[in-house]
């Protein structure tokens, strides 16, 4: 880390010549990735700084200049070092959407986000890798092998492994039946920046390094069943109407239907992020992750409630799922 460190100082030393500046750390995210705050003058920047070995900068800068040919604000970028994985960005603020968030400004900052994400899906495709029904399997392993049995301990029987089988490759082959467009893949609250914080909003986008070309409703299902933050349903409904009244002429489904599919996603993304929770607080130390397993175990189990084809996975986990008791949440 030491090394690290000299290589990222040497490097702004050559950007910024003989001209002072500092460096501070700041709040990192689920990957291996660092981010500092580079203050010079009155101007500041962000530093992203991805081992090499570990992370790869190029679908980053790809995916950024995409989104910003589209009229997205990503951050813009300033200099690469490719070899050691440093990249100098456009500082957004610290205004993070979860935390500017109130009853006053919620329905504002909601149709501003999804007007942004309307506009992400129209990002051209043809080079991203496709979320497919392969892909979708491999996440919703995680939730076998990290919640059920390293979290939880769970033993499954041939049964309970039966069922879960059958369960996903059910779900993935309805959501691979979904229109395809551009998603971020972790469209939520504490990936968006308010960059201006009274009417009319506009908000930053970041992280959006793991895009795919994937289900019309996965960004938005990461958006108004954020793991971060509740709503209640009827908010949901109400969002999730005027999402649906912006769709294209030719996306060709109902309200019904359209509503379906965003639970269908949700259920496969939520499992699969029970999973990540559980493996960055058992892998990686990361616990506070732990917090947000309860509404998204929430989440989780309203949707099987709500479908026959997934009653067998809803009496598997009222039967076998019990988180700690420190870990509940609010219905």
Not at 223 to 243: T, V
């Amino acid at each position: 880390m030491h090394t690290r460190q000299n290589a990222l100082n040497k490097w702004l030393e050559e950007i910024f010549k003989d001209t002072p500046f500092t460096i501070a750390p700041l709040a990192g995210d689920a990957s291996f990735r660092r981010y500092f705050r580079l203050h010079t003058g009155n101007t500041t920047r962000v530093i992203m700084d991805a081992p090499p070995d570990k992370e790869t900068i190029e679908p980053f800068i790809n995916i950024a200049r995409l989104l910003a040919e589209k009229g997205i604000h990503a951050p813009t970028i300033h200099a690469v070092e490719y070899t050691q994985g440093f990249i100098l960005l456009e500082d957004l603020g610290d205004d993070l959407f979860l935390n500017m968030l109130s009853s006053e400004n919620a329905e504002g900052l909601y149709i501003q986000a999804m007007n942004t994400l309307s506009l992400i899906q129209q990002c051209p495709t043809s080079h991203l890798p496709t979320f497919d029904t392969s892909f979708m399997l491999q996440e919703l392993s995680l939730f076998k092998e990290w919640f059920l049995e390293a979290y939880l301990g769970l033993t499954l029987t041939t049964e309970d492994t039966q069922c879960l089988k059958q369960t996903f490759e059910w779900l993935t082959q309805e959501i691979t039946n979904q229109p395809q467009v551009f998603i971020h893949r972790d469209y939520h609250s504490r990936n968006l920046i308010v960059t201006n914080k009274a009417e009319p909003y506009a908000l930053g986008v970041i992280d959006f390094q793991d895009a795919m070309r994937g289900p019309f409703t996965y960004d938005l299902v990461s958006l108004l069943k954020d793991c971060y933050k509740q709503w209640p349903h009827a908010k949901i409904m109400h969002w999730l109407s005027y999402f649906y009244d912006q769709l294209p002429k030719n996306a060709d489904c109902s309200f019904a239907d359209f509503t379906r599919a965003f639970d269908l996603c949700g259920l496969q993304r939520h499992l699969k992020v029970l999973g990540i929770f559980c493996r960055l607080h058992l892998r990686d130390h990361k616990a506070a992750y732990l917090r947000d397993l309860p509404l998204t175990l929430h989440y989780v189990n309203t949707c099987l409630s709500r479908y026959e084809a997934l009653q067998p996975l809803a009496q598997f986990m009222r039967e076998k799922i019990a988180l700690p008791s420190t870990e509940r949440v609010k219905a």
